[in-house]
C-alpha cells in the first residue's frame, strides 16, 4: 500500500489541547471493533505475509518480517488484548509503527484484521480512557474518540508493549 504521509499530532493526550487542535489517526479493524494509532506512529502499511516464526515469544509475537533488510518484530493485536489469534484473511495487514522502548525508537509490525482510513478527529471530541468497562487494559489506552455517534479506541502505542515484550523485541532486533 505504500507509505504514508506523515502529519498531525503524536501525542494523543488530550485533555490539555485546545479545543480547535485537531490530529489524525489511522483507523483499523480488530475483531469487529474500530481501533487508531496517531498517524506520526505509523511509518507504512504493508501486506501480511513472509512472518518468520521465532521459537519462545510469547503468543502475542507472530515471527518476524524483513523489512527492506531490517528485521522487525510483528505483533498479533487481538492475542495482545487477550482474545483469540488473528486469522489471515484478504485484508489482513502488518501496520509499521514505531513506538519508544527504554528511551530508544523501535519499529514494530502490528497485525490487524484490515485498515480502514486516516481520520482527523477534532481533541473536543476525544474523551479520557475509561478507568472500566473496556476489553483491554486501560493504560493501552489514549483515548475514545467520537466519530459518527460511534466510538473509536485510541491507543497508545508505547503503552501496547509490556517492558518484558519491549525487552524481547529489542533483542530480535539486534543484527
Known amino acids: 500500500m505504500g507509505e504514508l504521509i506523515q502529519t498531525g499530532s503524536r501525542q494523543a493526550g488530550v485533555a490539555s489541547a485546545a479545543a480547535d487542535d485537531h490530529a489524525q489517526y489511522l483507523t483499523f479493524m480488530l475483531g469487529g471493533e474500530v481501533f487508531a494509532i496517531g498517524i506520526l506512529a505509523v511509518k507504512e502499511i504493508i501486506e501480511y505475509g513472509g512472518v ?10 507472530r515471527g518476524v518480517i524483513n523489512l527492506r533488510g531490517a528485521v522487525v518484530p510483528v505483533m498479533d493485536l487481538s492475542s495482545r488484548f487477550g482474545r483469540r489469534a488473528t486469522e489471515v484473511g484478504k485484508r489482513t495487514c502488518i501496520v509499521i509503527v514505531e513506538i519508544e522502548a527504554g528511551g530508544e525508537q523501535q519499529v514494530v ?16 471530541q476525544i474523551e479520557p480512557a475509561p478507568s472500566f468497562g473496556a476489553q483491554i487494559r486501560t493504560d493501552f489506552i489514549a483515548g475514545m474518540g467520537k466519530v459518527g455517534g460511534k466510538f473509536v479506541i485510541l491507543l497508545n502505542v508505547d503503552n501496547v508493549l509490556s517492558a518484558q515484550e519491549v525487552g524481547a523485541l529489542a533483542e530480535l532486533a539486534v543484527d
Open 52 to 61: 518468520t516464526t521465532v521459537p519462545m515469544m510469547p503468543d502475542c509475537i
Open 109 to 124: 509490525g502490528v497485525m490487524v484484521d484490515a485498515v480502514n482510513a486516516v481520520l482527523e478527529i477534532p481533541a473536543s
